[in-house]
């Protein structure tokens, strides 16, 4: 006998219309800021603020992509899509994190160009424009905070915006060495502090987003430890094909084989294990098949030949056999 438990649930959607607002208001002040940072950027010769000018148009085109990612994936499932397009927010993430990696290796390269031969830099047009800039982006990073961050296509766009402010600090601090000492190298040093954040956070996008598309358990679930407690419910024999995965951020889903003994309550342990990885893990979206154990399994111990993944058994110390 075979009971398919579905468990669904994902709540990007809940607070969509008020994400997309946030992500609107920052998108607007960036945009109006970041046209008036290039000109002043190149009257001054200032590296540091050309590279955040830089930085606030990827800001721009992040929260364009994750505007974009946002209402593809709202999009009800059809057709061959049978998840919908939840996942245009991972790609959005990606091209994000993507795009981070490749402004800093630009911006490492140009830094060490202009400490060997530094420009002359305007430091009063840096100080300025940084310390407007800091009101800017704290405006800005204010909003997209109040999105849902639990979710890499948000949390991909709250990054640039984030970095662009630590950006502006460093650049109106090395303003002001540069135009009261006259130290022209510091403007290259904000930049290399810039590709710096830009590096680590761009790697970090890459990184989680890849472990989505590669259907990676969510950070933090152990597969090894699900299945061992699952396979410790009342009348389990074995939990086998156990996979988990994340469609997109925020949204685990989980599917396994478990097989109970003869004469069990098929649909008790498939309720059971649902509750299980529902309340302590928050998986809501569950795919469980649930047989009764072959008398081949009891007594040689063995069913599938050809399992995915390691076989969970219920053992005296309530470990994996």
């Known amino acids: ?45 200032s590296l540091a ?3 955040d000018a830089g930085h606030m148009l990827t800001d721009a085109i992040a929260i364009v992509f994750a505007l974009i990612a946002m209402r593809i994936s709202a999009r009800p499932p059809q057709g061959g899509f049978t998840y919908g397009l939840k996942r245009a927010e991972i790609i959005s993430a990606q091209i994000n994190g993507i795009t981070l990696l490749l402004l800093s290796a630009y911006f ?23 310390l407007a800039g800091i009101a800017i982006n704290l405006a800005a990073t204010w909003l997209m905070s109040k999105a849902n961050r639990s979710s890499l296509n948000v949390e991909g766009a709250y990054q640039h915006v984030l970095n662009d402010l630590f950006a502006f600090i460093a650049t109106t601090i090395a303003g002001a060495i540069v135009w009261l000492t006259g130290w022209g190298r510091a403007d290259a040093l904000a930049a290399l502090v810039v590709a ?24 933090g679930m152990n597969p090894t430890e699900i299945g061992t407690k699952a396979a410790a419910l009342d009348s389990v024999v074995e939990v086998h094909d156990l996979h988990i995965w994340e469609v997109t951020s925020g949204y685990a889903a989980m599917s396994a084989h478990i097989l109970v003994e003869p004469g069990a309550d098929c649909h008790a342990v498939r309720i059971a294990a649902e509750r299980l990885v529902h309340d ?31 076989s969970h058994k219920p053992g005296a110390d309530g470990t994996t056999a």
């Open 108 to 130: 490492i390269v140009e830094g060490v160009r202009r400490i060997i031969e530094p420009p002359e830099v305007e430091g009063l047009y840096v100080v300025v424009t940084g």
């Open 49 to 51: 603020l050309i590279s």
């Open 1 to 45: 006998m075979s009971d398919h438990g579905h468990g669904h649930g994902h709540g990007h959607g809940v607070s969509g219309e008020a994400d997309r607002r946030y992500l609107t208001g920052a998108l607007a002040l960036i945009v109006g800021f970041m046209a008036i940072e290039v000109v002043i950027g190149f009257i001054a010769q």
């Open 196 to 219: 710096a954040l830009m590096l680590k956070a761009g790697w970090g996008l890459v990184r989680d987003s890849g472990r989505v598309f590669m259907e990676a358990a969510p950070v």
């Open 280 to 310: 302590q893990y928050g998986i809501e979206h569950t795919t469980l098949q649930v047989d009764h154990a072959p008398e081949a399994l009891l007594t040689v111990g063995a069913h599938c030949p050809d399992p995915h993944g390691p």
